[in-house]
Protein backbone atom coordinates (compact mmCIF):
# COMPACT_ATOMS: atom_id res chain seq x y z
CA UNK A 1 0.00 0.00 0.00
CA UNK A 2 1.31 3.35 -0.58
CA UNK A 3 1.05 6.50 1.89
CA UNK A 4 2.05 9.93 1.64
CA UNK A 5 3.55 11.77 4.34
CA UNK A 6 2.36 14.76 6.23
CA UNK A 7 3.15 17.19 8.63
CA UNK A 8 1.35 14.92 11.62
CA UNK A 9 0.15 11.45 10.03
CA UNK A 10 0.64 9.50 7.20
CA UNK A 11 -2.34 9.12 4.57
CA UNK A 12 -2.86 5.75 2.64
CA UNK A 13 -3.10 6.03 -0.73
CA UNK A 14 -6.22 4.38 -2.18
CA UNK A 15 -7.30 2.95 -5.52
CA UNK A 16 -11.00 2.94 -4.96
CA UNK A 17 -13.13 4.30 -2.94
CA UNK A 18 -17.31 4.76 -2.61
CA UNK A 19 -19.14 7.83 -1.41
CA UNK A 20 -22.56 8.70 -1.78
CA UNK A 21 -22.83 5.64 -3.70
CA UNK A 22 -20.35 6.58 -6.21
CA UNK A 23 -17.48 4.60 -7.16
CA UNK A 24 -14.20 6.45 -8.15
CA UNK A 25 -10.59 5.63 -8.63
CA UNK A 26 -6.98 7.77 -8.02
CA UNK A 27 -7.41 8.78 -11.65
CA UNK A 28 -11.44 9.61 -11.60
CA UNK A 29 -12.26 7.56 -14.69
CA UNK A 30 -15.53 6.33 -12.88
CA UNK A 31 -15.41 3.29 -15.25
CA UNK A 32 -15.81 0.80 -12.05
CA UNK A 33 -18.86 3.21 -10.74
CA UNK A 34 -20.04 2.78 -14.42
CA UNK A 35 -19.88 -1.25 -14.40
CA UNK A 36 -21.19 -1.25 -11.31
CA UNK A 37 -24.61 0.80 -12.34
CA UNK A 38 -24.85 -0.72 -15.71
CA UNK A 39 -24.81 -4.63 -14.07
CA UNK A 40 -27.10 -3.33 -10.69
CA UNK A 41 -29.66 -1.97 -14.10
CA UNK A 42 -29.67 -4.63 -15.85
CA UNK A 43 -30.54 -6.85 -12.29
CA UNK A 44 -33.43 -3.96 -11.81
CA UNK A 45 -34.45 -4.20 -15.09
CA UNK A 46 -35.12 -7.73 -15.11
CA UNK A 47 -36.93 -7.81 -11.75
CA UNK A 48 -39.25 -5.61 -13.19
CA UNK A 49 -40.14 -7.54 -15.97
CA UNK A 50 -41.54 -10.22 -13.63
CA UNK A 51 -44.61 -7.39 -13.30
CA UNK A 52 -44.98 -6.94 -17.01
CA UNK A 53 -48.31 -8.70 -17.47
CA UNK A 54 -49.73 -7.65 -14.44
CA UNK A 55 -50.01 -3.88 -15.31
CA UNK A 56 -51.16 -2.15 -17.99
CA UNK A 57 -49.00 -1.15 -20.85
CA UNK A 58 -48.66 2.88 -19.87
CA UNK A 59 -48.21 1.54 -15.86
CA UNK A 60 -44.63 -0.44 -16.91
CA UNK A 61 -44.22 2.01 -19.56
CA UNK A 62 -44.06 4.79 -16.67
CA UNK A 63 -42.38 2.52 -14.14
CA UNK A 64 -39.42 1.56 -15.89
CA UNK A 65 -39.04 5.45 -17.20
CA UNK A 66 -39.26 6.75 -13.68
CA UNK A 67 -36.49 4.07 -12.61
CA UNK A 68 -33.96 4.53 -15.81
CA UNK A 69 -34.52 8.20 -15.52
CA UNK A 70 -33.85 8.29 -11.93
CA UNK A 71 -30.55 5.84 -12.39
CA UNK A 72 -28.94 7.90 -15.20
CA UNK A 73 -29.57 11.45 -13.14
CA UNK A 74 -27.97 10.44 -9.75
CA UNK A 75 -24.85 12.02 -10.02
CA UNK A 76 -25.26 13.18 -13.44
CA UNK A 77 -23.06 16.27 -12.60
CA UNK A 78 -20.06 14.34 -11.98
CA UNK A 79 -20.27 12.00 -14.59
CA UNK A 80 -20.99 15.07 -17.04
CA UNK A 81 -17.54 16.45 -15.76
CA UNK A 82 -16.21 13.48 -16.71
CA UNK A 83 -16.94 13.87 -20.08
CA UNK A 84 -16.08 17.23 -20.56
CA UNK A 85 -12.84 16.52 -19.44
CA UNK A 86 -11.82 13.86 -21.92
Do not use: E
Not at 18 to 29: E, F, I, K, P, Q
Not at 34 to 46: E, G
Amino acid sequence: MLCFLTVFHTLPFILLFVTLGVTMDSALTFSQHISNLTRSSYFHLRRVRIIRKAVSVPIFTSIVHAYVCSRIDYCNSLLGYLAFRL
